[in-house]
């Protein structure tokens, strides 16, 4: 396993698929890292394990892992990766483990997270963006790259979080991430490929590189982001239905074979992020008195599947 360099420490909060990933890329690099997990027994067995990563990279690193955050001292930045449900409780645990200057860097599903974050760290200390990369946990701190992708990140509209800086950790990780103006512009793109894609998989049980292949699958999701860009570009968003589209085909080919995270939820019986994704666009939609009844329909479909099983979808770890 590659040993770590000094430096301030590096905190991802939420061990599942993408944590692990981004984790173990950021220790790879020499990044001391820790593993933030509510659950003791998980962390105990990333701090005794580690991480190894396949796929489309390949690592095996050595990591550090609590369920107590107090004990992660001066972290420069804070990770987050759960669910946004959870996010206003990963706000309050990367509070406690921050540097006074530390930032937390939310690449998570939906909108509404950075907001989650400021309104606990305050609002010059949260960058926001979105990635790409698709990731599949294979088991506890081991995980499969299924697909690279761009990243890109912002600050909220009048902060001063350096973003540059918190880019090139990134990119130096072999993250490629570019700084970007426009944050809501950049978390409503991606909401709108993720109501293409997540929900579909999670009612087809299709992996992502299917979605474009198999004729049904595609003109749904076609159909959802394109619906999705038109309200996105009602408020303002500079992105047509035609480039979402071609957005949906580009992201779907380099995740090919990802199992991606709404899917990834339903097959293991936990609750899904569907009201942070299509949730937003119907209730955005509504609010303009537009209609969008495609992510209407894929928003009933998740939640019924949801209702299903009610005794066994729960949380996700922190």
Known sequence: MRSRAPGRPIAV?????????????????????????????????????????????????????TSEPR?????????????????????RRAAQLLSPDGIAVTLQNGVG????????????????????????????????HAGKGPTALAAPAGATADVAAVAQVLSAAGIATEAVDDLDALLWQKLILSAGINPIAAITRLRNG????????????????????????ARGVPITPERAVANLREVCRSTAKNVNSMLQDVLHHRRTEVEAINGVIVAEAERMRMAAPVNEFLLRAVRAIEGACPRQVRGTDL
């Open 71 to 91: 004990r992660v001292r001066d972290a420069g930045l804070a990770f987050v990766f759960v669910k946004a449900y959870d996010t206003a409780a990963a706000a």
């Open 113 to 144: 997270n950075v907001e989650a974050l400021a309104n606990v760290v305050g609002v010059d200390r949260v960058v926001g963006g979105s990635t790409a990369h698709g990731a599949t946990l294979l088991a506890v701190g081991r995980v499969r």
């Open 210 to 233: 299917d979605l474009i292949s198999v004729a049904g699958a595609a003109a749904l999701a076609q159909a959802a982001v394109a619906e999705a860009a038109a309200v996105a570009a």
């Open 13 to 65: 909060i939420g061990c599942g698929a993408m944590g692990t990933l981004f984790g173990g890329l950021l220790a790879g690099a020499g990044h001391e890292v820790w593993m933030v997990s509510r659950d003791c027994a998980r962390a105990a067995a990333l701090e005794r394990r580690g991480i190894r990563i396949t796929g489309a990279s390949r690592r095996q690193v050595r990591v550090r892992a």
